[in-house]
């Protein structure tokens, strides 16, 4: 299973999936500082796993056979349009888009499009708290017609956050 999570926080989640599932694959997209400390904490608890450590790089195919090599990987946000299509099983994104203006929802949704095939789960304020994208709600979530939804709800814990599956194919 190859996921991807972006805006990982310093990547707890990662760990849960990468304890349990041992033949599971994580990399994470976030930026600076986040993606350092990240890197730096899950290359602590796993000491032993492959890395592939985040660095500048302009094509996929120069990196490919060290990133598929390794089970843990890191990259910036802007790498995230030189990974291949339907590349990924699950993405994740857990209370990062509704930070970001309208435009970076949209091209992210539209990255998350292309490299999954398999599963998206997100988690997001059900209305934002900032201004730079106009406050967006969950009803105004890009979704692609390829997208089934497996659930949309209110978070049963966290009311003013809203949680969705949807199985992209």
Known sequence: MRIL?????YGRLAYIFLDQLVNASY?????????????????????KEKIFHFRSFKSFNKVKKE?????????????????????FDLVINISSLHE????????YISQIDRLCNG???TKQ???????????ISEKDYP???????IFHRQ???????????????
């Open 155 to 169: 978070h049963p814990i966290q009311k003013m956050f809203f949680e969705a599956l949807y199985r992209i194919s």
């Open 67 to 87: 990133f598929e090599l390794a089970r843990i990987r890191f990259l910036s946000a802007d790498q995230i349009e030189l990974l291949p299509d339907n590349y």
């Open 100 to 107: 970001m203006t309208r435009e970076q929802i949209k091209n």
């Open 125 to 135: 304020w059900r209305k934002s708290k900032i201004s730079d994208n106009k406050y």
């Open 5 to 9: 999570e972006i805006g990982a926080g």
């Open 119 to 121: 599963y998206f789960y």
């Open 27 to 47: 990399c994470i997209i976030d930026i600076p500082p986040a993606l350092f400390i990240a890197q730096k904490y899950l290359t602590e608890v796993f000491p």
């Open 143 to 149: 979704r692609f017609a390829n997208w089934r939804t």
